[in-house]
């Protein structure tokens, strides 16, 4: 019966670090629920990874559709042990191109919607008395970044929620923690850098391991965020980035 087995989402779930992360979960007996825009990716890794995953088809910038198809899910499946706020949009543009509509959208999708789904999925976890949510930020939030104006101040509230959640929600038990990525192999991260060696040069000159990190990096961080192993953690912004964000 699935409810013997925990119960995460995992927003954005069927691609990139969303996909190494709900692998992981996946390999370690936990049921994830993945929520995506992409139906036949969705259909594709739901397909690929198993009885443990599940999906539904959700436009998470729509917030008002959330309440709904965060009861449906509680409904579902009994309970909700883990939620993480992986999903989210970029947006390079020099900062005076950057109009009010590209500002609102990225910020509509990558920090209000994590706060709509996280209100939600807490509704549910203090029923249980327990829970762990585990938000994704990024180097933009740990210093400045050209041409992010929009994803950076997302991403630096995203932290800022991650710590004023903990401190609310932990008396409670429900454990809110953080981790951002550095720069991270993925398609998308590869075609960026090779497109623009001196930025490839710059992300290299200031990671000390001098390379760049996997998917898997990323989720193995998230399930220890996740398990028992990290049950007196909580609040904090956990950097996966090989050193870059205190490289010189």
Do not use: W
């Not at 691609?15 to 825009?37: C, D, E």
């Amino acid at each position: 019966m699935i409810n013997s087995n925990k119960i995460a989402i995992v927003t954005g779930g069927a691609s990139g670090l969303g996909l190494a992360i709900t692998s992981k979960l996946v390999a370690n007996n936990i049921h994830v629920i993945m929520i995506g825009r992409n139906e036949n990716q969705l259909k594709a890794q739901a397909g690929v990874l198993g009885k443990l995953v599940s999906y539904y088809v959700a436009d998470l910038s729509n917030t008002a559709q959330i309440p709904a198809l965060i009861e449906n899910i509680y409904t579902t499946y009994g309970k909700i042990d883990i939620l993480v706020n992986n999903a989210g949009i970029n947006l390079k543009k020099p900062f005076v191109e950057v109009t009010d509509e590209d500002f609102f959208n990225i910020i509509q999708t990558n920090l209000l919607a994590v706060f709509s789904i996280s209100r939600e999925v807490v509704k549910k976890m203090l029923l249980e008395g327990s829970g762990v949510i585990v938000n994704i930020s990024s180097m933009a939030a740990q210093y400045g970044i050209p041409k992010v104006i929009a994803y950076s101040a997302a991403k630096t509230g995203v932290e800022g929620m991650t710590r004023a959640m903990a401190t609310e929600l932990s008396p409670m038990g429900i454990r809110i923690n953080c981790v951002a990525p550095g720069f991270i192999k993925t398609a998308m991260s590869a075609k960026a850098l090779d497109s623009d060696p001196e930025r490839k040069q710059k992300v290299f000159s200031r990671t000390p391991m001098g390379h760049m990190g996997e998917p898997n990096d990323i989720a193995e961080a998230v399930y220890y965020l996740c398990s028992d192993h990290s049950k007196y953690v909580t609040g904090v912004v956990l950097p996966i980035d090989g050193g870059n964000s205190i490289g010189f």
